[in-house]
């Protein structure tokens, strides 16, 4: 492993991004994070089936750290998806464009809420947990595929209603927890640590490579303000990367719970001032992106934080549960996506340099 925490920053353009790719796996020293002979989970990031811009992993994200991976003798590469009990993720590689260049480079998908692909069996961490051994008292579950293999988290730069930001460890949210994970969101920062703790625990290796040629601001992870942005990051400190990243967006690292927990309980490097960064110069970003307040945060916050936090367990815990999907399915599939975000959407496919790469990508599958 790397003796210091270290981000690399390149500024790219659509005409250069898969060699800025690979260019970027090389200054942040893929290879002393990653063993050779692993198996490689690719665990791209699908916030929302439709693609919004800044929401998903970019199919250039994704071929292009394919590509990287491949030149540096990683054969075994394989995609790990997951569900919400509002995202179709099957709908959503669809429609991000994935599939052709998952059939372009021989990477075969598997699905953790498929049985004949991988079982939650029980886990008992060797850290001491935050919070979810509260949280899920029957005991804690993982994918038995994950167990000793390496994982490379392939998030976007955006903001979170629940978490400021999100990046690398929130990435694991999906991967790690069932479809249930919405018991965790009251405690979501710790839920994150803790996420962190098991992933040293049972993976052979942890690499992220975060795309932000267009972040996302405002209420995420969905529900954005795309702006283009044209970085990309990449390192093998899961909370040095969502540290600078969380910089670039304009806000304190230390401040957000997730990095300042991680960093205090030795999981990595959450202080800019500890953090080497290495390729293009970031030091004066300053995106100034501010969280915002839409129906979904709002309803979110009555849920999780406050006064109405006491009914949780009765409604969340118990097949009322049921009752609240639509409500967010509805909110995002049947009013937001066709009245607004399509629009959006469109405008950023037709209009901008990487809405037109996300055109040829539609077009073409793959460009390499």
């Given amino acids: 492993m790397a003796s210091r925490a270290r981000v690399a920053v390149l500024r790219t353009t659509p005409a250069t991004v898969l060699d800025d ?4 796996l090389s200054l942040a020293g893929v290879e002393a994070y990653l ?3 692993s198996t490689v989970i690719l665990k791209d990031n699908i916030s929302w089936h439709y693609p919004f811009p800044s929401a998903n992993t970019t199919p250039w994200q994704l071929e292009g750290t394919i590509v990287g991976l491949r030149r540096r003798g990683y054969d075994k590469l394989v995609c790990v998806q997951n569900k919400t009990v509002v995202t179709n993720a099957f709908k959503g590689e669809d429609l991000n464009n994935y599939v052709p260049v998952f059939r372009r480079h021989n990477v075969p998908v598997l699905y953790n809420f498929k049985d004949g692909d991988m079982a939650w069996v029980p886990y008992e961490p060797k850290a001491e947990m935050n919070v979810l051994h509260r949280i899920y008292p029957k005991g804690i579950r993982v994918p038995d595929y994950f167990m000793g293999k390496s994982i490379v988290h392939l998030p976007t730069v955006k903001c979170h209603i629940y978490t400021t930001t999100t990046g690398a460890m929130k990435n694991a949210f ?3 927890l069932t479809t249930n994970r919405h018991y965790t969101h009251s405690w979501i920062h710790e839920t994150l640590v803790d996420l962190l703790h098991i992933q040293k625990e049972i993976h052979s290796g942890i690499f992220a490579v975060m795309d932000g ?7 995420g ?9 044209n970085v990309m990051l990449a390192s093998g400190d899961q909370v040095a990367i969502d540290a600078i990243a969380a910089k670039m967006m304009g806000f304190d690292p230390l401040s957000i719970g997730y990095i300042r927990m991680a960093q205090e309980q030795g999981l990595g490097v959450g202080d800019p001032c500890e953090i080497e960064v290495v390729g293009d110069d970031i030091s004066g970003e300053n ?5 915002g307040m839409n129906f979904h945060r709002a309803m979110g916050w009555l849920a999780w934080y406050g006064p ?4 949780q367990k009765l409604i969340f815990h118990t097949p009322l549960a049921a009752l609240t999907y639509p409500v967010s399915e509805v909110y995002h599939d049947y009013y937001r996506w066709p009245l607004k975000e ?18 040829e990508y539609q077009q073409r599958g793959h460009l390499r």
């Fill in 21 to 24: 790719y690979d260019r970027l």
């Fill in 35 to 37: 063993p050779a002979d």
């Fill in 174 to 176: 999906g991967g790690l």
């Fill in 213 to 219: 040629t267009t972040a996302g601001n405002g209420t």
């Fill in 221 to 229: 992870p969905r529900v954005m303000k795309p702006e283009e942005k």
């Fill in 287 to 291: 995106w100034h992106f501010e969280i």
């Fill in 308 to 311: 109405t936090r006491v009914l």
């Fill in 342 to 359: 399509r629009h959006i959407y469109e405008r950023w496919r037709q209009e901008t340099p990487w809405g037109k790469l996300f055109a």
